[in-house]
């Protein structure tokens, strides 16, 4: 199952669509403009709350929770590598790897893959395709990598703040 994901540019929060194939949305998200931490609801076909996800603040580490159905059902968290970028999704057993900073990773578990994600160069706003192996997992596929997206996003600001 592939879905593209597109993201609106100078956006002053978090807003965004997943289509499939047929260009069908799938899931529209919606980010928290005024909040403590980020925050991202993610809404399916029907304009219900799928999933919530929300970043901890004072973490060493990124870390953001996933909720489905109200329920906590895993944990994205960036693991301390000196030479390479991984992500443990707790609750799962899957690991994300790859260059994260380019949006080209691929989330396994054990040797299985579970999503491999790809930014699309050249277009308009940032746009990435997720092929997900099992369309079972969607939902938990898409979480884990708006979670993954907002770490990087996160990061990113840091670095430019502190480098000000």
């Not at 390479?84 to 949006?103: D, V």
């Not at 092929?131 to 898409?142: H, K, Q, W």
Request: glycine share 6%; proline share 2%.
């Amino acid at each position: 199952m592939k879905l593209y994901m597109k993201q609106k540019p100078f956006a002053l929060r978090s807003r965004f669509t997943l289509k499939d194939e047929s260009d069908q949305v799938i899931f529209n998200v919606e980010g928290e403009f005024f909040s403590i931490g980020s925050k991202l609801h993610v809404y399916d076909q029907n304009g219900q709350e799928a999933a919530f996800i929300r970043q901890k603040v004072l973490s060493f580490m990124p870390r953001y929770f996933v909720e489905i159905n109200g329920q906590a059902v895993a944990c994205v968290r960036q693991r301390f590598t000196l030479f390479k970028s991984l992500f443990e999704i707790e609750g799962t057993g899957w690991l994300a790897a790859g260059n994260f900073t380019a949006h080209e990773f691929v989330i396994a578990s054990g040797g299985q893959t579970i999503m491999t994600v790809r930014k699309a160069w050249f277009t308009w706003g940032d746009s990435y395709e997720l092929d997900i192996s099992t369309p079972n997992d969607a939902l938990m596929a898409v979480c884990v990598m708006l979670a993954i997206d907002m770490a990087i996003e996160s990061r990113q600001r840091s670095a430019a703040a502190s480098s000000n």
